[in-house]
């Protein structure tokens, strides 16, 4: 039962399509979390540019896969990343958002039975 995540949209917009949902979580399972290691390692390097692109590419696919509070966390850091804020400022919303990616990973792996190895 899937409670870190939604896939509403994901089967609304594959019209119902089991192989396209597949590839959908597949991608989310599998780059998501690679990803989050740019923005973390932007962080840490004051890479202010690197989050901003991880951030924005990452936005999309937690709205998708109904992360809802991981999406308006990847704003603000969009949004730190813009103003080339001070990293103490962003680091605990990068790990509220870390959490709750891997929260929702992990339980997604469960449920479809993955095997990927990234995370």
Not at 1 to 19: G, I, R
Not at 95 to 118: H, Y
Request: proline share 3%.
């Amino acid at each position: 039962m899937a409670l870190h995540y939604n896939l509403a949209k994901v089967y609304a917009l594959s019209e119902n399509d089991p192989e396209f949902v597949q590839q959908i979580i597949n991608l989310f399972v599998s780059e998501i979390p690679l990803d989050l290691e740019h923005i973390k390692q932007g962080i840490e390097d004051k890479n202010h540019q690197q989050c901003y692109e991880y951030a924005h590419k990452i936005k999309p696919s937690l709205d998708l896969m109904g992360l809802n509070l991981a999406f308006e966390e990847m704003l603000q850091i969009e949004s730190w990343s813009k103003s080339d804020g001070k990293k103490k400022e962003i680091k605990e919303i990068y790990k509220s958002v870390s959490q709750q990616i891997e929260k929702a990973i992990k339980e997604i792996k469960k449920d479809f039975n993955l095997k990927i190895v990234n995370s």
